[in-house]
């Protein structure tokens, strides 16, 4: 089934010719069906490729996916322009008396910071704490990852000493876990951070187990028991180019950067990288949208239990 994207919408070209189904909102309104409905908060710079990103990977499943884009108004995109914003994105003001089967959460720049010194943190606190009633679950990636574990948690991110940057091994920590359904013992996901989560800190919260880390990268895939809330720390949406472009970027501001680790061919970065993280990437997506959206997700949406008093809304 199709993910359900508007038809102006950039990404719709980009997917269509990769055969990914994509469906327009006119015809969706005569199928009978209850679509997914799924919020992507994006918070990346870089709109239009990251939403494409996103929208490659939930359109890779069974299940027809209704996404609305979400953007940050408290804060003003530099990168993107207003126009597209007007006609494809929403306001959380515009959803906040909506609710949603899922809710994505992207990376964003800024990690170097503390959280409370981001532009937009009183109005991300905000979506937090209204998607613990008004969202089935949550997938946070990257920063969001840490943001929302800090947030819940109160789990702090540290400094690394050099940004954690290219394609790293990871191991499988629950091999029978729902999310992990099909992957390999080891797989492939990039990073691209300057801060990390630690175990210790993590293994303090009684909610939450440690699904997937990497001996290099650390901690990779952490969800909470009842699978309401997901945390990965990689990027495994990213395309191909994706890191290469970073790492230009780095070196046209001439920062004191290191070749992305297992990237590019023979650490030549004038060879094209091979992607060798995709399959697992779309297998993690569909994984969570089947196991943890799909099939526990009440279908009226309004039956989405407080996390207070465990009652639905009426």
Same mark, same amino acid.
């Given at each position: 089934?199709?993910?359900?994207?508007?038809?102006?919408?950039?990404?719709?070209?980009?997917?269509? $010719?990769?055969?990914?189904?994509?469906?327009?909102?006119?015809?969706?309104?005569?199928?009978?069906?209850?679509? !997914?409905?799924?919020?992507?908060?994006?918070?990346?710079?870089?709109?239009?490729?990251?939403?494409?990103?996103?929208?490659?990977?939930?359109?890779?499943?069974?299940?027809?996916?209704?996404?609305?884009?979400?953007?940050?108004?408290?804060?003003?995109?530099?990168?993107?322009?207003?126009?597209? !914003?007007?006609?494809?994105?929403?306001?959380?003001?515009?959803?906040?008396?909506?609710?949603?089967? %899922?809710?994505?959460?992207?990376?964003?720049?800024?990690?170097?910071?503390?959280?409370?010194?981001?532009?937009?943190?009183?109005?991300?606190?905000?979506?937090?704490?209204?998607?613990?009633?008004?969202?089935?679950?949550?997938?946070?990636?990257?920063? %969001?990852?840490?943001?929302?574990?800090?947030?819940?948690?109160?789990?702090?991110?540290?400094?690394?000493?050099?940004?954690?940057?290219?394609?790293?091994?990871?191991?499988?920590?629950?091999?029978?876990?729902?999310?992990?359904?099909?992957?390999?013992?080891?797989?492939?996901?990039?990073? $691209?951070?300057?801060?990390?989560?630690?175990?210790?800190?993590?293994?303090?919260?009684?909610?939450?187990?440690?699904?997937?880390? $990497?001996?290099?990268?650390?901690?990779?895939?952490?969800?909470?028991?009842?699978?309401?809330?997901?945390?990965?720390?990689?990027?495994?949406?990213?395309?191909?180019?994706? !890191?290469?472009?970073?790492?230009?970027?780095?070196?046209?501001?001439?920062?004191?950067?290191?070749?992305?680790?297992?990237?590019?061919?023979?650490?030549?970065? $004038?060879?094209?990288?091979?992607?060798?993280?995709? %399959?697992?990437?779309?297998?993690?997506?569909?994984?969570? !949208?089947?196991?943890?959206?799909?099939?526990?997700?009440?279908?009226?949406?309004?039956?989405?239990?407080?996390?207070?008093?465990?009652?639905?809304?009426?």
């Amino acid at each position: 089934m199709p993910v359900r994207i508007p038809e102006t919408l950039p990404a719709r070209v980009i997917l269509e $010719s990769e055969n990914i189904f994509v469906i327009g909102e006119n015809r969706a309104r005569h199928q009978d069906i209850r679509p !997914l409905r799924v919020a992507l908060l994006n918070l990346m710079p870089t709109k239009i490729v990251t939403e494409t990103q996103f929208l490659r990977l939930l359109g890779n499943s069974p299940l027809q996916v209704d996404v609305t884009l979400l953007h940050m108004a408290s804060h003003r995109s530099k990168n993107v322009s207003e126009e597209h !914003l007007i006609n494809h994105y929403k306001s959380f003001a515009q959803v906040r008396r909506q609710k949603f089967d %899922g809710l994505i959460i992207t990376g964003a720049p800024v990690e170097e910071l503390p959280f409370e010194d981001v532009d937009y943190w009183p109005e991300l606190v905000e979506i937090m704490d209204w998607a613990e009633s008004n969202v089935f679950a949550s997938l946070f990636i990257c920063w %969001g990852a840490q943001a929302g574990l800090y947030h819940y948690y109160g789990i702090p991110k540290y400094p690394l000493p050099e940004k954690m940057f290219g394609v790293f091994p990871h191991r499988i920590l629950e091999p029978y876990h729902e999310l992990l359904r099909g992957f390999d013992d080891v797989f492939l996901a990039p990073h $691209s951070r300057y801060t990390e989560i630690r175990r210790t800190d993590i293994e303090r919260v009684p909610q939450l187990a440690i699904l997937a880390e $990497s001996e290099q990268a650390g901690i990779h895939i952490v969800t909470t028991r009842d699978g309401q809330k997901t945390f990965v720390t990689g990027h495994s949406e990213y395309d191909a180019l994706t !890191l290469k472009e970073e790492y230009d970027r780095d070196l046209g501001k001439e920062l004191s950067i290191r070749i992305p680790v297992n990237y590019f061919p023979d650490d030549d970065p $004038s060879r094209t990288p091979v992607v060798r993280w995709k %399959g697992h990437a779309t297998l993690f997506f569909a994984n969570w !949208l089947n196991y943890h959206v799909y099939e526990n997700t009440p279908y009226d949406l309004r039956q989405i239990p407080s996390p207070l008093t465990g009652k639905a809304a009426r």
